[in-house]
């Protein structure tokens, strides 16, 4: 099988300004996915010889992201940007990563720890999850000696929240068991900075030369109407979504925990909808009461991802769109129903100030209120280490991450902004750079700004669509099992071959991580031979044949190197002979490998 190679020419070069395919920009880690869905669709069509290339290409995502497993099973960020989602229907690059994930697993348990001595400075993470885990990861390959402060038993931070029927709980344990072991990194759980005598002064003064502080949003939002709480929230049979779905994970609810019983779940985002879908999984009728419409385009428009809506329509949960909670209704201190009046606007040129219709009001009573309407930093915690400026809020530089009030501590993750998993681990990257540099004393700003450009889709006559998503009927998925299918290897085959690979191949450079060429082929012009008759641009599929304008009126071609593909379209079509197809050896090579046979 080839080998991937990491470094060298197969880098992407250092540029101001670089030309990426959109879902490559739209990753808030850049992961390189036009070469790993390029090397996907190269995979042998014989199971037992395609696993060598498997991990291969699961060995070339853990090197940029130890979380890639888990990832496949709950991020799909770079569909959104998908060219192809216009034509025909974005590629499955979550299902892609999750077929990769689904064998990677197991070798992560096999994978041997990097071979790097630990030389340089101690430095402390404050949280262990997914960007406090990126962070560490990161300093310890660069030979850091990194300690994770943990203030519960057990790494991952708010992943746990996550339902099992999304993330089963081998994928998650395995890669985070794996990851701080094969990183080095030492690990104190049940340890709570700002509790007793462990401050973060006292790590500086044991010797931690930078800390990273990431340590979540352990505290739920409360219910408000207006700018007021909501009375009520703690009568009996309220709870909130972060607790509720705490307690699951732990196994601390059991199997039919609400048979009989009506659940209301209050708010319209993901973890909303995974509170919602699990009380349905307990066996409760769920009704779901969101500020939003259901109109996801709209300004307004309800946050949940569309499978998600989809998933608990199909379940049987009955949604509330536009419709805000004025009040909590109780009998003899237990909850008994809540007061809805119409929501008519949720945002105006403000932001966040929801508008009311009080003569539109409804009821929904139930047994059992879970408040989901997101969750906080520990601010008292945090003033109390001296990290909020005057107005309460964190002082921080968004570039760097770097605090305000200390130079040797950084901050990110949730407790900076609530966003998704890879948001959270693009911080922890961040955190790692800038706490490198500044223990080696360097500027914390230079080249750490770059413009991104993502490329349009290519021209083509035809586009093939997205495959169905398969997933169990809704009356057989009751339990926390995956109710979603995976690809099999053919699947995963077709549907990386669907990929339009809109980057430019010095983006990508899959041909020469795998020794398939020495280098990239490039496309020359002759000027000389060039009549200027624009077949080239007729022909060329990606732009890269242009044609440029002289002085003396002359017309000549030209070639975009940062959008051309080198596939020698352009040269064949050309009457002249002026396009010229240099460093190409991929016929030589097939020769040989035609005489191996």
């Known amino acids: 099988m080839w080998k991937i190679e990491c470094g060298g020419r197969t880098r992407v070069e250092q540029?101001?300004?670089?030309?990426?395919?959109?879902?490559?920009?739209?990753?808030?880690?850049?992961?390189?996915?036009?070469?790993?869905?390029?090397?996907?669709?190269?995979?042998?069509?014989?199971?037992?010889s395609a696993m060598e290339g498997v991990t291969q290409i699961g060995d070339y995502l853990y090197d940029k992201n130890p979380l890639f497993t888990v990832c496949g099973y709950v991020c799909g960020l770079c569909e959104l940007e998908c060219n192809y989602s216009s034509e025909g229907g974005a590629i499955r690059r979550r299902l892609l990563k999750r077929f990769?994930?689904?064998?990677?697993?197991?070798?992560?348990?096999?994978?041997?720890?990097?071979?790097?001595?630990k030389n340089k400075e101690n430095v402390a993470v404050i949280g262990g999850g997914p960007a406090g885990l990126m962070c560490a990861f990161d300093l310890s390959k660069r030979g850091y000696r990194v300690t994770v402060y943990e203030s519960t038993n057990r790494l991952g931070g708010a992943l746990w929240l996550i339902p099992q029927y999304r993330l089963p709980e081998k994928v998650l344990t395995s890669?985070?068991?794996?990851?701080?072991?094969?990183?080095?990194?030492?690990?104190?759980?049940?340890?709570?900075?700002?509790?007793?005598?462990?401050t973060l002064e006292k790590l500086k003064n044991e010797g931690f030369k930078a800390v990273f502080m990431c340590r979540g949003t352990p505290t739920p939002r409360v219910l408000t109407?207006?700018?007021?709480?909501?009375?009520?929230?703690?009568?009996?049979?309220?709870?909130?979504?972060?607790?509720?779905?705490?307690?699951?994970?732990?196994?601390n609810i059991k199997k039919d925990y609400f048979k009989g019983q009506k659940v209301v779940v209050i708010g319209g985002g993901?973890?909303?909808?995974?509170?919602?879908?699990?009380?349905?999984?307990?066996?409760a009728d769920v009704s779901l009461v969101c500020l939003e419409n259901e109109n996801k385009s709209h300004k307004d428009g309800i946050p949940a991802d569309h499978e998600e809506i989809k998933g608990?329509?199909?379940?049987?949960?009955?949604?509330?769109?536009?419709?805000?909670?004025?009040?909590?209704?109780?009998?003899?201190?237990?909850?008994?129903?809540?007061?809805?009046?119409?929501?008519t606007s949720v945002f105006d040129a403000a932001g966040f100030n929801p508008k009311f219709d009080l003569e539109d009001t409804m009821y929904v009573d139930g047994d059992v209120l879970i408040?989901?309407?997101?969750?906080?930093?520990?601010?008292?915690?945090?003033?109390?280490?001296?990290l909020l400026d005057e107005k309460g809020r964190l002082a921080f530089d968004p570039l760097t991450l770097q605090s305000k009030t200390k130079e040797w501590i950084f901050l990110g993750g949730d407790v900076k902004k609530i966003g998704f998993m890879v948001e959270a681990m693009r911080d922890g990257i961040y955190a790692g750079e800038s706490i490198e540099r500044y223990l080696r004393g360097l500027d914390l700003h230079e080249g750490r700004i770059r413009a991104f450009e993502a490329q349009e889709i290519p021209a083509s006559r035809h586009y093939k669509h997205e495959p169905d998503i398969v997933w169990i009927p809704p009356e057989k998925r009751m339990h926390f099992q995956l109710f979603e299918r995976g690809f099999t290897l053919k699947e995963a085959r077709e549907e990386a071959k669907r990929c339009l690979n809109c980057g430019p191949c010095i983006s990508c450079k899959a041909c020469v991580s795998i020794g398939l060429q020495d280098e990239l082929p490039t496309v020359t012009v002759h000027e000389d031979r060039c009549s200027g008759c624009g077949i080239c641009t007729s022909i060329c599929y990606y732009s890269s044949a242009q044609m440029k304008h002289y002085a003396d009126n002359k017309v000549k071609s030209m070639t975009d190197m940062f959008q051309c593909k080198a596939c020698g379209m352009c040269v064949v079509?050309?009457?002249?002979?002026a396009r010229e197809l240099i460093g190409c050896d991929l016929e030589s090579k097939y020769t040989v490998a035609v005489a191996a046979l």
């Open 312 to 343: 608990a329509w199909e379940e049987g949960i009955q949604i509330h769109y536009s419709r805000g909670v004025k009040k909590i209704h109780g009998e003899s201190g237990i909850y008994k129903k809540i007061e809805c009046p119409k929501c």
């Open 100 to 117: 990769i994930s689904d064998s990677y697993t197991y070798h992560l348990d096999e994978k041997e720890e990097f071979d790097k001595v």
């Open 371 to 386: 408040i989901t309407v997101g969750s906080g930093p520990d601010k008292l915690a945090l003033e109390k280490e001296g």
């Open 270 to 283: 993901n973890v909303a909808f995974d509170v919602a879908r699990t009380a349905r999984r307990l066996a």
């Open 573 to 577: 079509a050309c009457p002249t002979q």
């Open 225 to 251: 109407f207006g700018k007021e709480p909501l009375e009520g929230q703690d009568l009996s049979g309220v709870m909130f979504g972060h607790d509720f779905l705490y307690e699951v994970s732990h196994g």
């Open 15 to 48: 540029a101001v300004k670089q030309f990426l395919p959109p879902c490559q920009v739209q990753c808030p880690i850049n992961e390189d996915i036009q070469r790993t869905n390029v090397l996907i669709s190269m995979l042998p069509e014989d199971p037992g």
């Open 175 to 198: 890669a985070l068991e794996n990851l701080v072991r094969i990183a080095g990194i030492d690990v104190k759980y049940n340890t709570k900075i700002g509790e007793g005598k462990l």
